[in-house]
T-cell receptor
Framework: DTEVTQTPKHLVMGMTNKKSLKCEQH?????MYWYKQKAKKPPELMFV???????INESVPSRFSPECPNSSLLNLHLHALQPEDSALYLC??????????????FGPGTRLLVL | GQQLNQSPQSMFIQEGEDVSMNCTSS?????WLWYKQDPGEGPVLLIA?????ELTSNGRLTAQFGITRKDSFLNISASIPSDVGIYFC??????????????FGTGTLLAVQP
């Protein structure tokens, strides 16, 4: 099983709203990632959690707040977003096996539209 | 952010034709990955390559990890309409500790005409 699930699939929010994106995996992976993807562009890394601790923040604005409640769950809290934040938000996970055969598996994404 | 050079940018082919795309980098990578992405969906892993010179197949797909560790190619034989999508290569190298960071290629859009 190499499934990463994400909810919701679609989200429309106003610039004053607060919403959360959720990601879940049950593969026992210990690294989880948030990516942002604009149309026809490759995914851009936002955050990485390793062993439930934030290990990488790619200079993401504070209106995006990640949270990793446990090893299977990853949230992305959204507040006061701008229209240019509209994108496909992808979650991924990887085993953190400390071997060369370390591979990231992606979820289906949440399509976010900020009005 | 950093991106890998991926070519061609797009391909429009007839069903049954073979397809070839490649990625090049100025940096060395430990792992090369090839993903396919359908519109509105997440990238799906097609092939993972872990050793320089490695040639790996997955059905009609064949990929190679360049001997210099700076490039990789993906071939699709006898294309079918469901091969349509965007193909991304990704190089992976350690980012400190055990976490690995993916550097993505710019993508190849494949269109297959029945």
């Amino acid at each position: 099983d190499t499934e990463v699930t994400q909810t919701p699939k679609h989200l429309v929010m106003g610039m004053t709203n607060k919403k959360s994106l959720k990601c879940e995996q049950h593969m026992g992976h210990r690294a989880m990632y948030w990516y942002k993807q604009k149309a026809k562009k490759p995914p851009e890394l936002m955050f990485v959690y390793s062993y439930e601790k934030l290990s990488i923040n790619e200079s993401v604005p504070s209106r995006f707040s990640p949270e990793c409640p446990n090893s299977s769950l990853l949230n992305l809290h959204l507040h006061a977003l701008q229209p240019e934040d509209s994108a496909l938000y992808l979650c991924a996970s990887s085993p953190l096996s400390r071997s060369p055969e370390e591979t990231q598996y992606f979820g289906p994404g949440t399509r976010l539209l900020v009005l | 952010g950093q991106q890998l050079n991926q070519s061609p940018q797009s391909m429009f082919i007839q069903e049954g034709e073979d397809v070839s795309m490649n990625c090049t980098s100025s940096s060395i990578f430990n792992t090369w990955l090839w993903y396919k992405q359908d519109p509105g969906e997440g990238p799906v892993l097609l092939i993972a390559l872990y050793k320089a010179g490695e040639l790996t197949s997955n059905g009609r797909l064949t990929a190679q990890f360049g001997i210099t560790r700076k490039d990789s190619f993906l071939n699709i034989s006898a294309s079918i309409p469901s091969d349509v999508g965007i193909y991304f290569c990704a190089g992976q190298s350690p980012y400190g500790g055990a976490t690995n960071k993916l550097i993505f290629g710019t993508g190849t859009l494949l269109a297959v005409q029945p």
